[in-house]
């Protein structure tokens, strides 16, 4: 086995474009998933006749008997010395038949881990034949199997000894689309073949030490780095950087090479978009036609991308596995993306629906912060256990961070336990499919599958006008609206001659499966042409049904038909036509179709539960008395075709029955209706049906049913006659108009009282709300009555539904906006009430408020002192006022003498304190520690966009923590009800128990995790930073514009096209899921995509508004300067003659030892030449007015649009920052005067230089502000402040440094030591203790 076979591109194309020839070589298993292996005793099977066809100069076979079937039971005739086994004698596939049902068989671990361990550089990966390649290669691990060969083969035989069974080859990037990311595309056969080679020899030498334990080479094919599902072009839905022809080329090249090496199977794994897998399985049943008779077992391993259970293309795995279920796998499973313990639910489910052996191949835990993986061999065994406790895997190994500890630790571990049975295929012969997610079609589920015919451009006149007019978008539309109307699958159609069919097809298919309203039901391709078929298969993951095969092609391409469906997992629906014409009459029906299935099942091994039978439904009351009976035909060949070809179903296209009626609705639906009732009961499975054209058959009128049954039947001569008679009454009736009945959408309001608040309240209503609580008012007995019943009674509902996730954060403040509008309404008269009291019992001092004991605890909250930000904090207070909190809102900027003055004012139950940026930190941890002198008793809740548990439990809780009050970290505001009803409820002391043991491990983690990091010194980084070359890269041009440019006058509306919309739905806590994550997707999310587009909808209709008043208006000032570096820092001088320095921009440097020792330890400080000639700029922008405007929505008691405006403020300034710096690039500084790039690719940062703002991960100081602020002259320029802590004020507000050098890019500092803060605090002329206080959250110590 030495060097591998001179390597020639194969001449015959083996991707699907050739599969559609003619001579395509169809050659598949004919026997059945569950057919069991022959007994010894057995009479030979009858000879077959096996048909042979010429291939590129070959004579192949049109079908090929398998060896065993792909799940057999245990059969010693195939390794008679088991368990030894002799390669090139035994059946690989019968011994591991019997080994996985003997015991858990043992996969092998990580290899990418196992090579970060050895540290290999740019030189390890090149060696010496790559040595003078053109772009770097450092990353690209499949190539190591010929550059660094003992490195491989020492892992594979460190994995071996600690018990592997079974190893991957180091292949997992082994196709042409992965490497040609280093240009490599020409060595994937060697690559792969060599991988395979090295593994090969790494198992024999082990087995050849213990013969009774024979090792097993599995060929590994990863996803490649494309996704033929997902576009990625966020603007082109139907945009795709692969197609499946491609892949199925890449996977072929690949599956040939590791078969050549020495693998005993393939493993095709990593599986995020189910449609590459499918192409991957395609391009193997390509190979196995070449190498027939040999059998090759196939594994297929998927990957749920988080804790929703679904592949990145957004299936779940009962999708995945009946997708890829056609190519009768070895075995299936799961691995990557996450670990054991969180992979748990998600196995069980595969494992009880899979019909062949069970893997799973778990990461070592979640990866950590830095990513790597932190559980150590006994952790992966012990969470790996319950695998082997439920029984639910045959094989199980590691992936990501595992190594070969783990593996021995996991072996030892499952050692005993039994592994899981194997259940072999469903023997009831379901039809099962799959779009996002799976649907089994059986009489026992539902009585009839509604397929949804609205997007054929034959069934609507709608969707063809959209589909020939290119409106793609809308024709999505259309799609939606027939699965919310019950379809369960939908029919696509595009054929007219007008039209190219395949290239619209192809459009409609990627644009339809990136909609998951849409794809989450299984696709009906239909065409009347099998090219377009074909194409709409290469694009949709899913488990389709084809429309359709018929005998009418002749008998040859029929066959060729089904092995290429069977071949591609289609079902298909199969028209009872042939050679001669359309079966009309009940005999004609059952002949063809009998036919067709004969040559489907016992010719060509389609699977007979994936047949559909259309009989034709034909049009009836024509007039011509021969056409009177063909719903009577349809209905009983129906049930003869159902006994006479077991496991087929039954389909049809109902709308044809009643086209004599078009134009006459409620004739046509009534025939659909009868029609159907009596077709389902005879077997009819399913049919191509609107959905909005059916009446229920029993609410049918009993004159018209009676008509449409007596022609429906064929039950009297005159039954057309009178049906039509009946036609033309109701086309009469619906020009005089009389059918249609305006339904009230205002039911509502003819609602009791009490029932009409909660309705308002829970649908956020606030028109009627003052009449409402009038009229409620005058029926009790005391204003409060009104709050404390059918307002609190709809709050209450309003807290259910939002904290089981059924309302959402825009939601719930509306109605809260409804809630305050109410209670404001009834405060007069409740202070009328009390006062009366009081005078009646001779009291003339104030008491407490009615209202303190409705209350179900009280919440004092205030942002900390220097901070202005409140978003976050008004809407935790909103979240908890809707839940029966009283809350305290003390506002921004809030010193802390001032929030204990109030905490011992009014006594609340709980506190909290919010903050955005890094110095509230400090100021939170001072709070807490004054808290604490103070003997204050309350719990403390942290909160805001900066803080973390982590700083909350090793900076905040030691200050003032204790089991009487926690300090404790809150993510959002969803959270906050949580925490308050469990700090408030009878079990306080088990949850403060639980979170206090849980922020001690944090602490203990962290002080571990500071031990073992490593700090570089600062004087060795400084000369490793990041080193340009600026007379090769020399600086940008000087700017047109130096000195100060005041930019206030520029209107809201030019900055609306720069605004980003992503942070906006973050603000109010709106997340889609993949694939709808971000805007404008997020309005497709199944759960919250109706109310972010309400909301977006809200704040358009605002903004608008807010554009035509002028109530917010924008302010900001440029500055662009001669600047030089100067050491560590960055000098800025007045004028161009760089002889008055006019500030120092003091800069830090990152310390952390980095993985690569040549990786550059960055500062801004590097992106700036100190040759004399190069700029920098700055900006400082601020929305102004959106104070005032909160607060006169807050006035009128209107939480929703006061945080709507704060929201807007943000964006808009935000806007203004990004529209400012592109004016800096294309004109006040002109070095990229020709830019011109879409708003998305501005948002990626897609130009030259960067905008880095103080402290922010870049230059985390804040007092670099102080520099910019003086620079800038802000204040008296653009009205801009700095509080006592350095948040800029308004606090919608954006300040940058600009450096414009391309080189130049973002990167965190990070932590850095001691030695560089007291470099640092005397560059800056400052105290180290003042510095130490500024840069707290990034000091790698503790403080004195």
Not at 64 to 72: C, G, H, K
Not at 949 to 975: C, F, G, M, N
Not at 1127 to 1142: C, M, P, Q
Request: proline share 5%; with cysteine; hydrophobic share 40%.
């Amino acid at each position: 086995r030495g060097a591998p076979p001179e390597r020639a591109r194969n001449p015959r194309t083996v991707g699907v474009a050739a599969a559609r020839t003619a001579q395509q070589s169809q050659l598949d298993e004919v026997s059945d998933m569950a057919t069991p292996a022959a007994p010894a005793d057995a009479a030979a099977p009858p000879a077959v006749d096996y048909e042979t066809i010429e291939v590129d100069g070959r004579q192949v076979p049109l079908n090929r008997p398998i060896d065993f079937p792909p799940w057999a039971p245990k059969d010693d005739a195939g390794c008679p010395d088991y368990p030894r086994f002799v390669r090139g004698r035994d059946s690989v596939r019968a011994y591991w038949t019997r080994q996985f049902q003997e015991r858990i068989v043992m996969y092998d671990g990580a290899m990418g881990t196992m090579i970060q361990k050895y540290k290999l550089e740019e030189e390890d990966y090149r060696g010496e034949r790559f040595a003078d390649w053109a772009s770097p290669v450092k990353g690209n691990n499949d190539l190591l199997s010929l550059t660094r060969p003992d490195v491989i083969k020492e892992i594979h035989t460190k994995y071996l000894v600690a018990g592997s069974d079974l190893i991957g080859t180091n292949t997992f990037s082994g196709t042409t689309i992965a490497m040609a990311d280093y240009n490599m595309e020409e060595l994937v056969y060697e690559i792969n073949y060599e991988s395979a080679r090295l593994a090969r020899e790494a198992c024999d030498e082990v087995t050849a030490a213990n013969p009774d334990k024979p090792r097993f080479v599995l060929g590994a094919m990863g996803p490649t780095n494309r996704t033929a599902s997902i576009s990625p072009d966020v603007e082109d839905p139907s945009c795709r950087n692969c197609d499946f022809d491609e892949l199925v080329k890449a996977y072929y090249d690949q599956a040939k090479a590791l078969m050549d090496g020495g693998s005993d199977a393939l493993m095709v794994e990593t599986i995020f978009d189910t449609l590459n897998a499918k192409a991957a399985l395609f391009a193997i049943d390509n190979y196995l036609d070449e190498i027939y008779p040999r059998d090759v077992p196939v594994f297929v391993s998927g990957t749920l991308v988080d804790q929703s259970g679904r592949t990145l293309s957004g299936q779940t795995n009962e999708a995945f596995y009946v997708s890829i279920r056609h190519a009768k796998p070895f075995c299936v499973g799961l691995n990557c993306a996450l670990g054991a313990d969180q992979m748990k639910p998600f196995l069980r489910r595969l494992s009880n629906v899979a019909e062949c052996f069970v893997h799973v191949y778990a990461n070592a835990g979640l990866p950590n912060a830095m990513g790597g993986y932190d559980d150590t061999p006994e952790d992966m065994a012990r969470e790996n256990l319950i695998f082997a406790n439920e029984r639910l895997i045959n094989m199980i190994g590691g992936c990501c961070g595992s190594t070969p500890p783990h593996i021995a630790a996991i072996a030892e571990a499952v050692a005993s336990h039994e592994p899981r049975v194997l259940k072999g295929k469903n023997d009831k012969m379901e039809l099962w499919l799959s779009g996002l997610e799976d649907l089994v079609v059986s009489k026992e589920r539902f009585q009839f599958m509604n397929i949804g015919e609205r997007c054929n451009l034959a069934g609507s006149a709608k969707f063809k006008r959209l589909i020939m007019g290119g409106d793609y978008g809308s024709a999505m539309d259309v799609a939606k609206a027939q699965v919310e109307d019950g379809a369960m699958t939908i029919d696509i159609n595009v054929d007219d001659g007008m039209l190219d069919g395949l290239a619209a097809m192809q459009k409609f298919c990627k644009i339809a499966v990136t909609e998951p309203e849409i794809a989450k039901v299984p696709f009906v391709i239909d065409s009347s042409k099998f090219e377009i078929v074909e194409a709409g298969l290469q694009w949709v993951q899913g488990k389709c049904i084809v429309n359709s095969i018929s005998l009418k092609v002749g008998e040859a391409l029929f066959k060729q038909h089904v092995r290429l469906l069977k071949k591609y997992g289609a079902a298909t629906v199969v028209m009872a036509f042939d050679e001669e014409g359309q079966a009309a009459t009940e005999e004609e029906k059952v002949r063809i179709c009998k036919r067709s299935y004969d040559i489907m099942v016992h010719e060509c091994g389609f699977p007979p539960e994936d047949i559909v039978f259309d009989p034709n439904i034909l049009t009836i009351a024509t007039g011509l008395a021969e056409h009177n009976n063909y719903a009577v035909d349809f209905i009983n060949a129906t049930r003869r075709i159902k006994e006479e070809c077991p496991g087929a179903r039954i389909s049809g296209g109902v709308s044809n029955l009643s086209f004599g009626f078009r134009g006459v609705n409620a004739v046509r639906e009534a025939m659909h209706s009868v029609f159907l009732y009596h077709a389902v009961q005879a077997g009819m499975d399913m049919g191509i049906v609107n959905a909005g054209m059916m009446q229920i058959y029993d609410q049918i009128p009993e004159d018209l049913r009676e008509l449409v049954e007596d022609s429906v039947l064929n039950r009297r001569e005159d039954a057309t006659e009178r049906l039509l008679d009946r036609a033309q009454i109701e086309r009469e009736k619906k020009a005089s108009g009389g059918a249609a009945v305006q339904k009230d959408k205002a039911a509502w309001r003819e609602k009791p009282v009490a029932e009409r608040l909660a309705h308002a309240l829970i649908k956020g209503i606030s028109e009627f709300i003052n009449e409402d609580v009038e009229e409620m008012r005058q029926a009790v007995d005391r204003p409060l009555q009104v709050i404390e019943g059918p307002l609190m009674d709809g709050m209450n509902i309003v807290g259910d539904l939002f904290g089981s996730g059924k309302m959402f954060l825009p939601q719930v403040i509306k109605s809260a906006r409804v809630m305050k509008k109410a209670v404001a309404y009834l405060l007069p008269f409740m202070e009328e009430e009390k006062m009366a009291r009081l005078e009646a019992e001779g009291v003339d001092t104030a008491d407490a408020s009615v209202l303190e004991n409705m209350y179900a605890g009280t919440f004092l909250i205030a942002t900390v002192k220097g901070d202005v930000h409140d978003i976050g904090k008004n809407i935790v207070a909103v979240v908890l006022g809707c839940n029966n909190y009283k809350v305290i809102d003390m506002g921004v900027m809030v010193p802390c003498e001032d929030i204990i003055a109030k905490i011992k004012e009014t006594k609340p139950d709980v506190v909290g304190l919010s903050g955005l940026i890094t110095p509230s930190l400090d100021e939170m941890v001072f709070v807490a520690k004054e808290m604490g002198k103070a003997g204050l008793k309350q719990p403390l809740l942290i909160g805001g966009a900066t803080t973390s548990k982590e700083h909350t439990a090793v900076k905040v809780a030691p200050q003032y923590s204790d089991e009487v009050h926690p300090v404790i970290h809150v993510l959002d505001a969803s959270r906050s009800v949580t925490v308050m009803n469990a700090l408030l409820g009878e079990d306080k002391t088990d949850y403060v128990e639980e979170i206090m043991d849980e922020y001690e491990e944090l602490r203990e983690e962290h002080y571990a995790t500071r031990e073992e990091r490593v700090y570089v010194p600062f004087e060795e980084v400084k000369n490793k930073g990041c080193t340009i070359d600026f007379e090769a890269f020399p600086p940008a041009p000087a700017p047109k514009n130096i000195g100060i440019t005041v930019v206030n006058d520029t209107p809201l509306a030019d900055v609306v096209p720069f605004i980003d919309w992503n942070p906006f739905f973050a603000t109010w806590e709106l997340r889609g899921r993949y694939p709808n994550r971000g805007y404008p997707r997020i309005f497709n999310d199944e759960t919250v995509g109706g109310e972010a587009r309400e909301l977006f909808d809200n704040a358009q209709k605002l903004l608008s508004e807010i554009i035509a008043a002028g109530t917010l208006s924008l302010s900001g000032v440029v500055g662009l300067f001669p600047a030089t570096r100067d050491g560590e820092d960055i000098l800025v001088y007045e004028d161009s003659n760089r002889t008055e320095v006019k500030a120092r921009f003091c800069q830090l440097r990152q310390q952390a030892e980095k993985e690569n020792r040549d990786d550059p330890y960055l500062s801004q400080a590097d992106f700036i030449s100190a040759n004399g000639d190069d700029h920098i700029g700055m900006f400082a922008v601020a929305c102004m007015g959106a104070e005032a405007l909160a607060a006169s929505f807050e006035a009128d008691n209107d939480d929703y649009n006061k945080i709507m405006v704060q929201a807007l403020a943000d964006r808009l300034v935000e806007a203004f920052a990004e529209k400012v710096h592109a004016d800096i690039r294309k004109d006040y500084w002109g070095y990229a005067a020709e830019e011109d790039i879409s708003h998305e690719d501005l948002l990626k940062v897609k130009y030259d230089g960067i905008r880095p703002a103080p402290g922010y991960p870049t230059q985390p100081d804040h007092t670099e502000k102080r520099t910019m602020w003086d620079v800038l002259d802000a204040e008296a320029n653009a009205g801009m402040k700095l509080s006592e802590h350095l948040s800029m004020i308004p606090a919608s507000s954006v300040s940058a440094l600009v450096f414009a050098h391309p080189k130049s890019q973002y990167f965190a500092v990070g932590k850095i030591g001691k030695d560089q803060v007291t470099d640092y605090a005397e560059r800056k002329g400052q105290t180290v203790e003042d510095t130490e206080k500024w840069l707290s959250p990034i000091l790698n110590y503790d403080r004195d």
